[in-house]
């Protein structure tokens, strides 16, 4: 092993693995940790030769490879502009007289390289991987200066994304040194066929003309092919192919990599590069008579249940402070039951894409986008650095698509220039020159990279051009709203179809799919921090309804700085979207399951006591592996009645699993409690060795006919809504859901009158219990300033405040943070009993908040709900009530506030519950 690496390892660096796993040599130096940094606000580094003047004072140090705006790079600060950075250092390669390369993952925006005063090159783009050969001006005995120098102006022609979260100023990915022999492998493309054909193409840079052997060795040497080369001087391309016996597909279930190396030998001497590949095929297919096609991989259709990931670090911003965060990022989505990622408006750092390949989740990678007019320069700076992109990510495995343009950013004319009125700005400023381009660049990537899936454009708009996928945008909240649009969706989608497109272009036969979805976008002003299982679970069960549509991506993995509708905050730790309450074991990954069963029913109905009703289910399957079959539904129907669960009515049915697709099942009909409940149907999909495949429910808000409620159990009812109290005594007091909940922020006390039936009604009351439905009390800043309403316009896009605590839709949900309370309970001035309150969640259980939401597009404490009290009155003290027929009933909050819940809201079906006998 070289020295080179021994010293990489042993230096405590940041990020010292090697950046580029896919492609990596053996005798290379890493360069990150400590650099030398100064600004150059006055652009006088040039005029000075700041490249050559050793007395130059560079004032600050900067952590490589984070971007000097993040807190990681010990600069912080955003300053966009001019930044210098210098490294001295003393490298020699193991190998005398081999070629040096100084290497550069990434530089925001345009950068220059000195070497000991020589210049040695200089990039122009912020996420393409560059080089510069250092052969000439290295000295391997001496100590070496290298310089660079960094401008980032935020100019609208550079492919900037969605910075805004965190910008990429300057050097923001690793920095290398490599050594190579005077003929070396360039790069290799693997393009792979899943009856174990490997073509490959491989470049060679030749110092001088002559012989070689390029030998090919995989899977610890199981797999060999060698090639004997005749070589010219300069750029050589080498076409070849092996064949693997009984090939392991790489699929995110099996990621299987070919791990290897390649070699080339000479005169020269050999140049050893390890690398992968994994056998794959991506393509899209129609099955039997349907007239659209499908997305397959490895000759089988796929159901892609994806995320969006802006792959932003709060410290690092867009780099991972390590590796083991790029690895915890696949985990954390492969643990979801995810099995595709979609990067935003940017490309992966190569190392996170070596974790997608190794840990198995399908990546589509998006193009960054430039924020100015499509003119002439923005059109050259973007082509620049797509191609570096995809010729950089081009052998991983992991990568299915390419999506070219994002919602149109980037491709819109000033209304001024486009010489249209501002009214009709939105699709008349997409003007047909653009979209002409469009089409190019989806042609030129296909040519490109035909083993792959491209889009030209990610729509909001319905403005695809031309595209191997079909693919929308979904920002709706409600039940009813979001079936309503899935049914347009899908009747508007079939070739020759003008929907979905613009220009007079017109939709192919190309697979169906939503490449976003989410409540972030789909309430007024914001969603805000607020719940996200109540919407997620129907919509997942409302896509698998449709067999055109093979797949989704959420919005979004993680929390971002203003878009709070992550499956994780940004710091990793979970939020608790609360199926398991509904179904024993159920998580959010019975909702990615390949074979899943559609309750074809809304979340919630009001339903009748009593009555019987009809549940259609249908079948969706997107893999073979229990085709041939026979599985077992079961299903129950079960109550919570003050505590104890009720089972209703349940069975078993045997479901014949036979083919991809969706198919309808034969209905269930259901009888509902005769009391009002919330009732719950729970279902799970089993396989003949029990295990359950997937879980889902529905939930019915049962009601009977009588003012008070029927519940089962010994004894009568009072019920009191919680908003009629006498008096309450909170600094800060609300109520919501429609009069259904009432708040209380801090100490204070909610009071009321009870008066129980006379004695001609009833003669003696011998036992009196008190059951009410409480939380504690968050207090935001909307509830004690009062709301404001947040901008929702393009700046929201580039991370600006969501000013969530005043966001009026904002309740949080559930996660790993408690804000507890204690409810101390009075009856008459006597304290009976006192309840810790753990937190004031919002989930999925909160079924009656979200059922009693006055309107869809805006969110009132929506899933919010509390936890069951109930406390027996004293047997003295129910003798004194007893004799007078009524009390004061004091609920009485601590510093934790407290929230108490009616029958319209939370999650049990009852105000205030006086039960006596």
Known sequence: MS???????????????????????????????????????????????WHTNHEIVYNSLITVPFSWASPLSGIGSDTKGIGWYRRTLTWQPFVQGSRLFLRFGAVDYSCDVWING???????????????????????????????????????????????????????????????????VKDAKFVTFIDGQVEVTARITAHEAGTAE?????????????????????????????????????????????????????????????????????????????????????????????????????????????????????????????????IHIKPEEPRKLYWADKLGILVMEDMPCFWGNPDEKARTSYE???????????????????????????????????????????QSSYLPETQEWVREKYHWAKQLDPTRIIEDN??????????????????????????????????????????????????????????????????????????????????????????????????????????????????????DFGYDAFVPGMTIADLHSPDFIVIDAPPCQTVDAGIKVNVPLLRSSFCDQHHGGVLQLKWELYYDNMGTRVVADCGHIPVKWDSFGVTPLPSLTVTMPGQDAV????????????????????????????????????????????????????????????????????????????????????????????????????????NVEGAKDNEMGISAMHGADAKVEYNPNTYYMTDDVRHPSRVNVLVDGKRIGSFDLPNDPADSRGVLSWHYQAVANK???????????????????????????????ELQAEEGGMALYGRNAGRYPFDLLIRYN
């Open 384 to 426: 620049r650095e797509a191609i570096e992109i995809i010729e950089r990510d081009y052998n991983h495995p992991s990568i299915f698509s390419w999506v070219m343009f994002n919602e149109t950013w980037g491709l819109k004319t000033d209304a001024k220039e486009a010489g249209v009125t501002a009214d009709i700005r939105q």
């Open 458 to 575: 990610s729509p909001c708009n319905y403005d695809h051009v031309e595209s191997d996928i079909n693919t929308w945008h979904l920002y709706i909240n409600g039940y009813d709203q979001l079936r309503s649009h899935l049914n347009e969706v899908m009747y508007k989608t079939f070739a020759g179809s003008d929907f979905n497109c613009i220009g007079g272009n017109v939709q192919s036969d190309a697979p169906l799919m939503n490449s976003e979805c989410g409540n972030v976008w789909g309430i007024d002003g914001g969603a805000g921090d607020s719940d996200l299982a109540w919407h997620y679970r129907y919509m997942m069960n409302e896509f698998r309804r449709y067999d055109k549509l093979c797949g989704f991506v959420f919005t979004e993995f993680r929390d971002v700085t203003n878009e709070f509708n992550g499956y994780y905050r940004l710091d990793g730790s979970d939020k």
């Open 859 to 889: 969110l009132d404490e929506a899933g919010s709900y509390g936890y069951l009290c109930k406390v027996n009155v004293p047997g003295q003290l129910a003798s004194k009530l007893d004799r007078n027929r009524s009390f004061r009933l």
């Open 3 to 49: 020295t080179s690496v021994l010293n990489s390892e042993s230096l405590n660096i940041p990020r010292s693995e090697h950046p580029h796993p896919h492609w990596q040599r053996m005798d290379w130096m890493n360069l990150n940790g400590q650099w030398s940094f100064c600004f150059d606000p006055n652009d006088e580094g040039i005029r000075s030769q």
């Open 679 to 782: 009732a719950v149907l729970a279902i799970s999909l089993i396989n003949e060795i029990d295990d359950v495949l997937t879980r889902n429910f529905i939930t019915f808000d049962v009601r009977s006919d009588k003012e008070d409620g029927v519940f089962e159990g010994k004894g009568d009812f009072v019920s009191i809504p919680v908003g009629d109290f006498i008096e309450q005594t909170f600094k800060h007091q609300w109520g919501a859901i429609q009069g259904g909940k009432v708040n209380g922020a801090g100490e204070g006390s909610y009071v009321y009158d009870v008066t129980l039936p006379d004695s001609t009604e009833k003669k003696m009351i011998g036992e009196i219990e008190i059951m009410f439905e409480a939380g504690a009390k968050r207090v935001l800043a909307r």
């Open 214 to 342: 390029l030998t090919l060795q995989f899977a610890e040497s199981s797999i060999q092919h060698r090639v004997n080369l005749d070589l010219v001087a300069g750029e050589n391309e080498i076409k070849s192919s092996l064949k693997v016996n009984d090939p392991q597909l790489w699929s995110p279930n099996t990621p299987y990599l070919y791990e290897g190396e390649l070699q080339l030998s000479g005169s020269f001497g050999t140049d050893v590069v390890s690398t992968y590949f994994g056998i794959r095929e991506i393509q899209t297919v129609r099955f039997e008579e349907r007239g659209y096609r499908w997305i397959t991989l490895n000759g089988k259709p796929i159901y892609l249940n994806g995320t969006l990931d802006q792959s932003y670090n709060k410290t690092g911003y867009f780099t991972y402070p390590s590796d083991e965060e790029m690895r915890d990022e696949i985990y954390l989505m492969k643990r979801l039951g995810l099995n595709f990622v979609r």
């Open 118 to 184: 020589m210049h040695v090159g200089s990039h122009h783009g912020g996420y393409g991987s560059f080089e510069f050969e250092v052969t000439q001006s290295w000295q391997v005995e001496c100590e070496n200066t290298i310089i660079v120098r960094v401008e980032d102006f935020d100019q609208d022609y550079q492919a900037r994304g969605k910075q805004g979260y965190g910008e990429i100023r300057g050097i923001w990915q690793p920095v290398w040194l490599e050594s190579r022999p005077q003929t070396y």
